[in-house]
């Protein structure tokens, strides 16, 4: 665990995080504030114990090298879906920092703008002029409504089945033939992922170790009534 914050903290990902939490939560700023207090903050991230748990507002478990577990069945209304078989939304990918891109499927024409101004689709070289090789670091950032994942029980794996079904959906293009490469090569780069749900006021990140596995090692609870630091709880 203190391997992955340590690297995760010093990472695009975590870059283009804060880029993202400032626009899913305006008016809060996220991005300046925790860009000043990040050594602090893992300093006093809370473990997933009771406490911990209740900052959530999910009941939260651990499954052991899985990392956290959540269960959103409060939050499904009846009759929910869930295969996680929804039409996607036709989100586009922005990279806001080399290293990291971001998904908006809440808001597809929204860009995060981090406060150095990281470029959107049309600012600058289009998102899609490199293509990640397979062996790369990177990691995505995506703005999604954690109810329509597919489960009612959230672990690693249905969370990381969640994040493929969303890449593929915004990078593959049927009708263009070299996107399926794009997407294959991207999927196989990432490292690390940051889901943020605003409607919930949550962030997961995710760690793929060597072997592919993923683990839910961080939750981030942000509550939009109060105007404190967010709730960083680990596994």
């Known amino acids: 665990m203190d391997a992955f914050v340590a690297e995760f903290a010093g990472s695009a990902t975590w ?13 809060r ?4 504030s925790l860009a000043r207090r990040t050594d602090e903050l893992w ?29 959103v069945s409060a939050h499904r209304a009846t009759g ?19 290293g990291a891109f971001v998904i908006d499927t809440l ?3 929204r860009y995060h703008r981090a406060m150095g101004g990281p470029q959107a689709p049309g600012d600058g070289a289009p998102a899609t002029a490199r293509i990640p090789g397979e062996d790369d670091d990177t990691g995505v950032v995506i703005v999604a409504d954690l109810r329509t994942a597919g489960s009612r029980i959230l672990d690693a794996t249905a ?7 969303i890449i593929t ?12 490469l794009r997407t ?24 793929l170790d060597p072997t592919r596995t993923p683990h839910c090692l961080l939750a981030i609870a942000i509550d939009r009534t109060e105007t404190n630091t967010p709730h960083f709880v680990r596994l």
């Open 107 to 109: 808001d597809p024409l």
């Open 80 to 98: 929910d879906a869930l295969s996680g078989e929804r039409e996607p939304v036709r989100s586009r990918a922005s990279r806001p920092y080399a």
């Open 43 to 71: 300093r006093i991230m809370d473990p997933l114990d009771r406490v911990g748990g209740a900052a959530l507002g999910l009941p939260a478990w651990t499954d052991g090298a899985g990392g956290i577990v959540l269960d």
């Open 29 to 32: 700023g996220m991005a300046s």
């Open 184 to 207: 294959r090569r991207a999927l196989r780069a990432l490292r690390r992922t940051v889901l943020v749900d605003p409607a919930l006021g949550l962030a997961l990140c995710l760690h």
């Open 15 to 27: 870059k283009a995080t804060l880029a993202v939490l400032e626009g899913a939560f305006p008016g």
């Open 169 to 180: 959906a915004t990078l593959l293009d049927p009708a263009r033939p070299e996107t399926r």
């Open 159 to 165: 969370l990381w089945r969640f994040v493929g079904r």
